[in-house]
């Protein structure tokens, strides 16, 4: 459905068959695919590039059209990587402000190369940096755990920051009738999912909340029961 979405995090797929989880994944009702990018720079972790985006494209399919890949840079620099995950099929590609000099550059970037735009805001990031930013966005990204790892804690106060990005959000659509998509990542599974969702998420990431079950279905399907939906 339009309201909600649900991006499962591939972070905590099986890479040995990362096509085929991209497949199940969506087919068991999943909305997006969301593609972390660790480089052990910005994150203390390495993970996957545009080489592996360009190879699951193909399996990232729903309802016989692409779905969104939506890429969650967690890299310093960055300009030097969008371009690369636009060709390698990228729908929607987001960035954390401090990790780039120039973030308005950064953005304008993004939309050049034919991609949604989004910025990520850690747990400690304040909410400044959607000031002047918001004309250029498609979409913010809350952080409710620190980025690095899958598998993590959901961090309480991320509610709080919910709701009052959803109150900017909201008074930015009052004025201009853009609508801007507000993501929370990190720690979501089915007994937290109506909580975030409640202070004013539309679109939830869950890494092993899905991807650590056998049954991908039997949980979209219970997150989508506490969604209302
Ligand atoms: C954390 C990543 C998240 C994470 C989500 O740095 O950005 O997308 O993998 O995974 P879970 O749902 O397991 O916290
Ligand atoms: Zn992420």
Sequence with gaps: NKQFVIAPSILSAD???????????????????HFDVMDNHYVPNLTIGPLVCEAIRPY??????????DVHLMVEPVDRLVPDFAKAGANLISFHPEASPHVNRTLNLIRDQGCQ????????????????TLELLDLVLLMSVNPGFGGQSFIPS?????????????QYQAETGRHIRLEVDGGIKVDNIAQIAKAGADTFVAGLAIFGKDNYTTVIDAMRVELGK
């Design 117 to 132: 735009a989004g910025l990520v805001l850690n747990p400690a990031t304040p909410l400044h940096h959607l000031d002047h």
């Design 60 to 69: 990232a399919i729903k309802d016989g059209q692409p779905a969104m890949i």
């Design 158 to 170: 991320t509610i709080e920051k919910i709701a009052q990005v959803r109150a900017k959000l909201d």
């Design 15 to 33: 890479f040995a068959c990362l096509g085929k989880e991209v497949q199940d994944v969506l087919l068991a009702g999943a909305d997006w695919i």
